[in-house]
């Protein structure tokens, strides 16, 4: 193997690719990177197993071949190099970096071993928008459950039929869910598509789209789900099992609701949650007309207490929640105002803003 590639195109592909070699693995094999160079230019790949990303460069190849390099190690070198022209070539079994005056050989590993990863035929793919997808799991991944919850709630339900997609994650004491239209010259989905991706894919899905402008494909074949980049397609083993009947929890709208500026409703309560302890996380919200008071009271470590004007005509109400749980919707949405519902002290509330509706539980302290 021997090619010649600009150092910030070879640093962008393997930073595309790093996700999966970062988990901590028993298989050096894993934490490596395997790199062909073809007649039709090079692909990076890597792979955890669960999780695999292909990248694939254009160039020319003055040598074809197969190498499996530490991807730590070999990452490490490439970002210290100046901004020039690399050479990688394969000299008895060690790759040989040269870069102008630079030269590296590092030693490599047996590409037989590396897991067989291939690029998959799509036979069916459905167009997504990266903006409304990152959206989406923005807005869904911090309910995604943990450990300590059912496994199926490990990951983000998405769902797609028509002209819709949907995606639902909850750890059992809050709820988001957010829908979008596929783009309009996306033909209408004729038989439901579902699946479960983890929270570890998400987050490296994530990575990858994020400030993308082209449409993505999804495609779904037997027990993977993968989306198609231009240049890279990454592909995830989805969660077995039957996600949760989220609807069946969701409240009509209530017409009594609060309206209140979104970061003066944050900021308050990120200094009430200054107090919190693992024994004393809960915040009290005191509702009264057009106002609510924010407090905190900690046993050993004090209290505290701040009101905000709002817009609320519903009854007096008390109700207490994790703040945590609040914060982590309010600095995920953009909107100046945010409308919450309430349905009494031991009821969930509610944010909705057009396709989009959060549900939490109030805390019994």
Excluded at 73 to 79: H, P
Excluded at 101 to 125: S, Y
Excluded at 219 to 239: L, S, W
Excluded at 323 to 344: A, R, S, T, W
């Amino acid at each position: 193997m021997y090619f010649i590639l600009n150092r910030e195109v070879l640093l962008e592909n393997l930073q595309k690719v790093l996700g999966p070699t970062t988990t901590k693995q028993n298989f050096p094999i894993l934490s490596a990177v395997l790199i062909a160079a073809t007649n039709s230019g090079l692909n990076f790949t890597t792979t955890d197993l669960d999780i695999s990303i292909i990248a694939s460069q254009k160039t020319d190849v003055i040598e074809q071949g197969r190498i499996v390099i530490p991807m730590k190690r070999f990452l490490s070198i490439v970002r210290e190099l100046p901004p020039s022209e690399v050479s990688l070539k394969i000299v008895k079994n060690n790759l040989l970096i040269s870069c102008e005056q630079i030269e590296f050989k590092i030693n490599t590993l047996n590409p037989e071993e590396f897991p067989k990863i291939e690029e998959e035929k799509k036979t069916m793919l459905i167009k997504i928008n990266p903006k409304n997808l990152e959206e989406m799991l923005r807005l869904t991944s911090f309910c995604v459950g943990h450990e300590d919850t059912n496994y199926v709630l490990g990951g983000i339900f998405f769902e797609i039929f028509e002209d819709k997609i949907s995606l639902v994650a909850t750890d059992g004491k809050r709820l988001s869910f957010i829908k979008k239209k596929l783009p309009l010259n996306q033909a209408e989905i004729k038989t439901k598509a579902s699946f479960i991706l983890p929270i570890k894919a998400i987050n490296e899905l994530y990575k990858l789209i994020k400030d993308r402008e082209e449409d993505i494909f999804l495609f779904i074949k037997e027990n993977k789900v993968g989306f198609d980049f231009k240049d890279t397609q990454f592909i995830a083993r989805p969660i077995e099992g039957d996600f949760p009947n989220y609807s069946q929890y969701i409240p009509n709208i209530n017409k009594d609701k609060l309206v209140i500026n979104r970061k003066k409703f944050l900021f308050a309560l990120k200094r009430a949650d200054l107090l919190s302890t693992i024994d004393y996380q809960g915040v009290k919200l005191e509702l009264k007309k057009n106002q609510m008071e924010v407090s905190k009271n900690t046993p050993q470590l004090g209290e505290t207490k701040e009101t905000i004007n709002t817009q609320y005509s519903g009854p007096p109400l008390e109700i207490d929640f994790n703040p945590q749980y609040l914060i982590d919707v309010l600095k995920n949405l953009e909107e100046e105002e945010v409308g919450i519902e309430f349905f009494g002290a031991d009821k969930p509330a509610i944010i909705r803003k057009n396709d989009y509706i959060y549900l939490v539980l109030p805390m019994k302290i």
